[in-house]
């Protein structure tokens, strides 16, 4: 039976993304065996460093079948659209669904599965958000868009994608525990693959004349309850910095949990502001130079392909890129050229330009690429010896301006994206001059030569530079910058302090199941002796004497707890509980316990303890209390690795004893946060600068730390104290604008505005 032309669309756009997915999914598998490689190669604490190189070992082995299950995936789903039957979909679960036994408990390993997918699919959301927009807006229109029924099975879903790959991956036999190794690897890699095939979908539907530019009025509704009459775009403009839609939710099924397209209070810009931008600067080139973009039948433009450089204006750029070189030399002071000089000779280098250009396009392109470098050279928050490693850019860029259209046409493109996330590391004080020898200055000059060093290589060279950008902060502000060093290892300390608590809890509750012991002592075991050894593992390892004195303590809590029937028995007790409870006293001190809630938990010991004298339950037998010691002086060799337990609202604890000099706990103050700034506030970036208002003052912090699941966030002042928010309090300050970005937009965008403004007042420029 035929189909309309409509459904014929939207299975083209289907099928032109599996086929996109097939071509590229060899070069993923290759960079996350390139990953695995590199992640092998960096320093770290020895388990990890065995987990890496053992990793290394099997994806070796098994990256062959690895890539045969994707490309047996990819082959099924495209012969099922072509006959028009359902794609397939592995269960995402072993539970038994037949009829006649309704219900099952899931596997352990089910529930990793299915958490590794949907992270998976949340990072090729995060990465692919307006590419998936536009392509389910374009599918929209000819009724082919993602049912909401359809969501885990549709082809076009990164929920589709992500189940693809881990079934593949696990197929294989690498399993979760190597998945956990790689994972951020995977999923930059896999992202990017399904980046470029949405892009090419886009592409396949573009050629057909299908809605070239994005209608948003669809997808505008009245935002509820936020006490302003602001509207909310339904869908999100996404990419790495959007929110909104996820990509997971479909269109025609909007919810609230999306940014406001106008500013909320602290809330950045949205990306759909800064693309809009982008859209009327070539808009405006176009009107003088129409070779500068395509006009389709429907009236709509698109920036037009360029071909490359051409010879001449190659060799131009080459000359005025070593002379900019030779007056910004190694230590960044060749000829002493101050950033002014620098711009006014780039500046007189553009004529130059322009008279080997061979095309308007070309001398259209000069012109927009030297006003957006004379806004970011003129950003006088920017620290003088940072902006003469800029203005060596500049160069480069023009180069990828001019034979990529995209540079104009997102603001996700890699070298936007570079510039944005360095500018915005280093524009946090206004009096700051740079200090050449910080290792975030010698970095930024290392990623200018890189770039400098591989001229031809166009969004490469740039998306490689920028990845090892936001490695580098990583550890930079927990390992080499001076004001930010002292706080990230103290917020790692809780983390990892709550997160062994957590552990130790649980394996407490298992271990005195069952156990004859009094109920107040089961009590302070959960709540204030898990925490004790926690503390102690943290700072003086799970297996060091310390940490097993206290361990040997629990033990005889227990067996004090318990019921005591004979004379011997007491007196025993008696004798031993002066020396136990000044231990117990000792490491609750350690831990950070006020004096006085340590009488109150010794009272209460004590009263625990007498109770027991009197109890008529039955008493622990040596061989129990034998195996309860055993498994406490084993514990620490039974909690699994920090990454693997799960940190949330319900099990972090109370913070504030945790509160020094040297770290400020966030406990109280904001208000009432809503979904979407719970998930802006997990997508701050590491290096930007913020305000923040809290207990009576104002003063500029920079996020430097991020905790395992982003539960915790770490921000740094200026003379290094630490700021410490748990995830749910960071969205609470944002909500309430205590927590305002100091650049409610990124550098290039700004830069765009104002070049925008000078050719709406003079755009005969361009043809000069």
């Known amino acids: 039976m035929s189909i309309g032309p409509h459904r014929a669309l939207a299975l083209t756009a289907r099928l032109s993304f599996v086929e996109a997915l097939m071509r590229g999914f060899e ?83 089910d529930i990793e599965r299915d958490l590794a997918v949907s992270r998976l699919a949340q990072a090729i959301s995060d990465v692919t958000g307006s590419e998936y927009t536009d392509l389910n807006a374009r599918l929209q229109a000819v009724q082919g868009a993602v049912e909401p029924s359809n969501v885990q099975v549709d082809v076009l879903t990164p929920y589709w994608v ?26 930059q890699e896999v992202a990017q693959w399904a980046l470029e095939a949405y892009h090419f979908a886009n592409g396949v539907l573009l050629d057909h004349g299908l809605r070239p530019e994005i209608d948003l009025r669809p997808f505008i509704r009245r935002a509820k309850d936020t006490g302003v009459g602001r509207a909310t775009v339904i869908g999100g403009m996404g990419g790495s910095t959007g929110g909104g839609n996820s990509g997971l939710q479909p269109f025609g099924q909007p919810y609230e949990e999306t940014r406001l397209l106008t500013q909320t209070p602290g809330m950045y810009k949205t990306p759909a502001q800064s693309q809009a931008l982008l859209s009327k600067l070539t808009q405006v080139v176009g009107r003088q130079v129409p070779e500068f973009e395509h006009t389709q039948a429907d009236g709509n433009t698109v920036r037009q392909a360029a071909p490359g450089v051409s010879a ?155 990845n090892e950008f936001v490695r580098f902060l990583e550890t930079y502000f927990r390992e080499e910058n001076e004001a930010s060093r002292r706080g990230v290892s103290l917020a790692q300390q809780v983390e990892q302090r709550e997160t062994c608590a957590i552990q130790y809890t649980i394996e407490l509750r298992k271990m005195l199941d069952g156990v004859p012991v009094h109920e107040g002592v089961r009590e302070f075991m959960f709540k204030v002796w898990a925490d004790v050894m926690a503390h102690s593992a943290v700072l003086h390892g799970p297996n060091s004497e310390q940490t097993k004195a206290l361990k040997r303590a629990a033990a005889d809590l227990i067996w004090s707890a318990s019921a005591k029937t004979s004379r011997e028995e007491r007196a025993d007790v008696l004798r031993r509980l002066p020396p136990l409870l000044k231990t117990v006293r000792e490491g609750m001190a350690r831990a950070g316990l006020p004096s006085d809630k340590q009488d109150e938990q010794i009272q209460a010991l004590n009263a625990a303890l007498a109770a027991a004298f009197a109890a008529r339950s039955a008493t622990i037998s040596s061989t129990h209390l034998q195996a309860v010691t055993e498994r406490l002086e084993a514990l620490g060799d039974v909690l699994p690795d920090l990454a693997s337990v799960e940190l949330d609202a319900e099990t972090l604890r109370d913070l504030s004893g945790h509160e020094s000099d040297d770290l400020e706990v966030v406990a109280d103050g904001g208000s009432m946060p809503t979904p979407a700034m719970v998930g802006w506030a997990k997508e701050l970036q590491i290096g930007a600068w913020f305000e923040l208002d809290y207990r009576g003052k104002q003063e500029h912090v920079q996020l430097a730390w991020h905790g395992l699941q982003k539960q915790l966030a770490l921000f740094v002042t200026s003379s290094g104290r630490g700021v410490l928010f748990q995830l749910h309090r960071l969205a609470a300050f944002l909500q309430a604008g205590l927590l305002t970005p100091m650049e409610d937009e990124s550098l290039t965008t700004r830069a765009t505005r104002v070049a925008l403004a000078k050719l709406d007042a003079d755009p005969d420029r361009l043809l000069n």
């Open 27 to 109: 070069a993923m598998v290759q960079a996350c065996l390139e990953g695995a490689r590199v992640q092998a190669a960096q320093l770290g604490d020895p388990a990890l460093a065995m987990k890496r190189r053992d990793l290394v070992l099997d994806l070796g082995k098994l990256a062959a079948i690895w890539r045969a299950d994707m490309d047996k995936a990819l082959n099924e789903a495209l012969r099922d659209l072509r006959v028009g039957r359902a794609v397939g979909l592995k269960p995402a679960t072993s539970a038994i669904t037949r009829a006649d036994v309704p219900l099952s408990l899931l596997e352990d390993s």
């Open 162 to 187: 992500g189940r693809v790959v881990v079934a593949a991956w696990l197929d294989c036999g690498l399993g979760l525990e190597h998945w956990g190794t790689l994972q951020s690897v995977v999923h």
């Open 312 to 466: 001449g204006l190659g060799q131009a750029i080459q000359a005025v890129g070593d002379v900019v070189r030779r007056q910004i030399g190694v230590g960044g002071e060749a000829e002493s050229h101050t950033p002014s000089q620098v711009l006014q000779e780039l500046q007189q280098s553009k004529r130059t330009l322009k008279q080997s250009a061979s095309t308007p396009v070309e001398r259209a392109t000069i012109e927009i690429v030297a006003l957006l470098f004379q806004a970011i050279l003129t950003e006088e928050r920017l620290p003088a010896s940072i902006r003469v490693w800029f203005a060596r850019l500049q160069m480069p860029v023009l180069r990828v301006a001019i034979s990529e259209p995209d540079f104009f046409a997102t603001t996700s493109h890699p070298a936007r994206v570079l510039i944005d996330r360095m500018g915005s590391c280093v524009m946090g004080f206004v009096e700051s001059d740079g200090n050449t020898e910080d290792a975030l200055y010698k970095e930024i000059r290392r990623i200018v030569q890189v770039i400098e060093a591989y001229p031809d290589t166009g969004r490469r060279v740039f998306q490689t530079v920028l």
